[in-house]
């Protein structure tokens, strides 16, 4: 059996297991790179250093891409995205011979699906992984990057449509259109394409000497094809154009949308946001196809939240707040409810910044600050629009936060966000706006802290063992998981090689009990709510996480990298687990919406 690179290293004194743990600890936090760029990256060896070491070892040749020349036919020999995948790049051909450079001559699995690409006989060498990575952007770049996207454009051009509001038909701008086909063509290609893989966004990057394009999938960027340089300005003016911005304006930043049909069924929001840079606009598309939209019992909720969380949205008055750090699914989770609880019998309001997504039977109102328009403002007029529910964007400040606490106590159901790490601080932090903890008290039913992690891939799958310093992380012993199997993702094409595809939430629902609405109207501490909370059946977004990663929903790196030890908490935790409280029990079923009176 091939001893892993780490464990050679070791073997031979090369760094120290300390070094090794450590390396290893940091790329299962960052979730992607190969053991070796890591190790380079944290300075634990050189990058030198470690060529040599591999090329002495496996008895290969060392090759300094910097001073090599490769021939166009021999770099055809090798795809782009196979090159990509295990930095690997054709140096030299003789007869049915190839040489290839690699980043992990260890890699027996590369190795066997370069030969099956190819066809022929690869004797591998080692090169430095920054290198490979040089050479890949200077040989690839116009070999593929625009060919490809080219293509596909060719084949999506008759499929991809922009959806215009004809009273902002301008003929000047469709005459721009019209005189940069190439341009239309690639920019809808790479919209469509990134639709295709369920991007959430689009990024588009000018720097002096290259221009980058990436897609954020699953909440992590993945670099595409690079589109050719010499079309930075036309790529951005494109952009500019289908979102209705002023195209002359470089120097401040602008945000429009755009509306595109793809295949001439499915129809997608982008939300568009330029923003001036050293050498150019940085341009970001915010991806809005309301068919992603789930309910609200596909977005991970355990038992016993959800039904605390469906109760607090069912009520007819009172405040339900939804916190976490931007991009952690808060807004999704509150269409989710509101699309659940809308009916033909319910006003509800919306004020937003910006409407991500459109709902029939639901006022969305924009808010434009720079226009006068705030969420204060909206909210002092949508109590004068007969409501029974209100969803504010965010809490931003004591104007606002007020005047929804208010709402909530005189009869209305108020939905909105906060930007706080759990459920405990949200009460702190709305004092601290100024709210007295007297109305905090009366008003606020629920509170729910979330975050967004990655699922383990399903179809790459597998069982794994668990190391007992992973546990420790996760404050777990092994008699804790005794007889208790894992898994995790090996990487496959479907998920890029990640082992991780597709998202679910981690959860932290506090329900306003009588003793926590008397804790908060006493002061107590942010501590002394979330050990009450516990006690009552809480989980904690910790405690969530691992139960998620026992039941083989998400990988281990997940919990440990968004959500926080519950230090201080553990005998209340075991207290709780022993009373059974976490456990859903039969309960009457969650009442429905009452009508306004």
């Known amino acids: 059996m091939t001893m892993k690179l780490g464990d050679l290293l070791v073997k031979h004194k090369i760094i120290t297991k300390k070094q090794l743990d450590e390396t290893l600890a940091e790329q299962a936090r960052i979730g992607e790179g190969r053991l070796g760029f890591h190790l380079v990256r944290m300075g634990v060896l050189s990058e030198r250093k470690l060529l040599t070491f591999l090329g002495r070892q496996y008895r290969l040749p060392i090759i300094d891409l910097s001073k090599v020349e490769i021939h166009p036919n021999v770099i055809k020999l090798i795809p782009s995205d196979v090159a990509v995948k295990y930095q690997a790049i054709p140096v030299k051909r003789v007869g049915r011979k190839l040489t290839v450079a690699i980043a992990n001559p260890l890699d027996m699995f590369a190795l066997d699906d370069i030969k099956f690409v190819t066809a022929m006989d690869v004797e591998p060498a080692v090169g430095a992984e920054s290198a490979i990575k040089k050479a890949i952007d200077k040989y690839y770049e116009q070999a593929d990057s625009l060919a490809d996207i080219m293509r596909l454009a060719e084949e999506d051009q008759d499929d991809i449509e922009v959806v215009k509001d004809e009273d902002n038909f301008d003929d000047e701008k469709i005459k721009i259109e019209s005189e940069e086909a190439p341009v239309v063509k690639l920019v809808n290609s790479v919209i469509a394409d990134a639709a295709r893989q369920g991007a959430s966004d689009i990024h588009i990057e000018p720097y002096e000497r290259s221009f980058r394009l990436r897609f954020r999938i699953d909440g992590t960027l993945y670099e595409q094809p690079p589109p050719p340089m010499k079309l930075r300005d036309a790529i951005t003016s494109r952009v500019k154009i289908m979102s209705q911005l002023d195209i002359s304006e470089r120097r401040v930043p602008q945000d429009g949308r755009i509306k595109i049909k793809i295949s001439k069924k499915k129809t997608i929001d982008l939300r568009v946001s330029t923003l001036p840079i050293q050498f150019g606009e940085k341009i970001v598309m915010r991806i809005l196809d309301q068919s992603n939209l789930l309910k609200l019992e596909q977005l991970g909720f355990p038992a016993l939240s959800e039904q605390r969380f469906l109760r607090a949205i069912n009520n007819p008055y009172g405040m339900v707040l939804v916190t976490g750090p931007t991009g952690s699914g808060k807004t999704v989770t509150l269409y989710s409810a509101i699309s659940r609880i809308n009916v033909p019998s319910t006003n509800i309001m919306t004020a937003e910044d910006p409407v991500e997504y459109n709902f029939a039977g639901i006022n969305q109102v924009l808010i434009k600050e720079e226009q006068g328009m705030t969420f204060s403002k909206a909210l002092k007029a949508f109590l004068r629009q007969d409501p029974n529910i209100i969803l504010v964007g965010e ?159 998400i990988p281990w790196q997940e919990v440990i990298k968004e959500s926080s030890p519950d230090r201080g908490l553990e005998d209340v935790i075991k207290e709780a687990r022993d009373k059974g409280l976490f456990e859903l029990k039969e309960e009457k079923q969650t009442p429905k919406r009452k009508k306004k009176s």
């Open 395 to 553: 809490i931003r400040d004591y104007e606002t936060g007020s005047i929804a606490i208010k709402a909530a106590i005189t009869g209305h159901l108020v939905l909105s966000t906060l930007h706080t790490n759990d459920t405990a601080m949200t009460i702190s932090r709305l004092v601290d706006m100024g709210i007295e903890p007297f109305l905090v008290s009366t008003a606020v039913n629920l509170i729910q802290a979330q975050r967004l992690v990655r699922r383990v891939c399903k179809h790459c799958k597998r069982p794994i063992k668990i190391q007992r310093e992973q546990l420790e992380q996760m404050s777990l012993t092994p008699e804790d998981v005794k007889g208790q199997k894992f898994v995790g993702g090996k990487g496959c094409s479907e998920c890029k090689e990640t082992g991780c595809k597709g998202r679910i939430g981690l959860y932290e629902v506090m329900e306003f009990s009588p003793t926590l609405k008397q804790m908060v109207l006493d002061r107590a501490g942010a501590m002394e709510v979330k050990r009450q909370a516990i006690r009552e059946g809480m989980l904690t977004l910790r405690m969530d996480g691992v139960e998620k990663w026992r039941n083989g929903i």
